[in-house]
């Protein structure tokens, strides 16, 4: 159970949109590289490595459109330290080969530690925290999604982040997820997307004095 601003999410019960073990042939069949150095493991692990200060992307061929769970173990490579990043809601412009609209999250992000959420291209949604205390190499389970304008993080199934966007991106438009090293080397596994589901929590406070 994950708890939310006026609402609970139960990841365990949610509709699974997509749940294929990671292989090379599932990466070649589900995914588009569209930058850096992509491959998955013996151990079915996505490694991700990009050297460059630019993201390097690996992207879904499938749209996820409505409101979603982006849910995956990670952890960055050692030496790599910093920046696990994904997108959920996005697309790709070809002509520039570039990504172009999506909510972009990211953990240990920002060149200072960030967790957080900005929108691309225009980047006039952003907003970051440092209050999580990240360990290089750990391996954490992530959930990342969104309830209508309401985004959110989970870490090992405590909200990092939430926040409301109050000009957001089309979701029924805009339905690729995505994974990305940005000068970085990271993996990714039991990736799954899930429809999100809730229960209304909302509540008045009692009284404490």
């Known amino acids: 159970m994950i708890q939310l601003i006026r609402k609970q999410i139960f990841p365990e ?9 990671l292989t090379p042939e599932t990466l070649a069949s589900d995914f588009e590289i569209k930058g850096g150095k ?3 493991d013996e151990d079915g692990w996505l490694i991700g490595e990009n050297r460059e200060n630019a993201p390097g992307m690996v992207i879904s061929k499938e749209d996820y459109f409505g409101d979603i769970l982006l ?14 990043d994904l997108m959920i809601h996005g697309s790709w412009n070809e002509e520039t080969n570039e990504r172009d609209v999506a909510y972009v999250a990211g953990i240990q992000g920002w060149w200072q530690g960030m967790v957080g ?29 969104n309830i209508g304008n309401d985004l959110f993080i989970a870490i090992d199934g405590v909200v ?25 080397k990271i993996k990714f596994k039991n990736v799954k997307v899930k429809r999100v589901t ?11 004095f």
């Not at 809730?198 to 404490?208: L, M």
């Open 13 to 21: 019960t949610m509709e699974v949109l997509y749940d294929n073990e």
């Open 38 to 40: 992509w491959h998955v």
């Open 71 to 84: 849910e995956f173990d990670a952890a960055t490579i050692l030496p790599a330290t910093r920046d696990i």
């Open 117 to 145: 959420f900005e929108k691309s291209p225009t980047y006039d949604f952003l907003v970051q925290t440092k209050l999580f205390d990240f360990k290089p190499g750990q391996v954490y389970h992530v959930c990342v999604g």
């Open 160 to 184: 990092a982040l939430e926040v409301h966007d109050p000009n957001p991106i089309d979701i029924m438009k805009y339905g690729k997820i995505g994974f990305e090293a940005y000068c970085t």
């Open 198 to 208: 809730y229960i209304d929590t909302a509540k008045p406070y009692d009284p404490e």
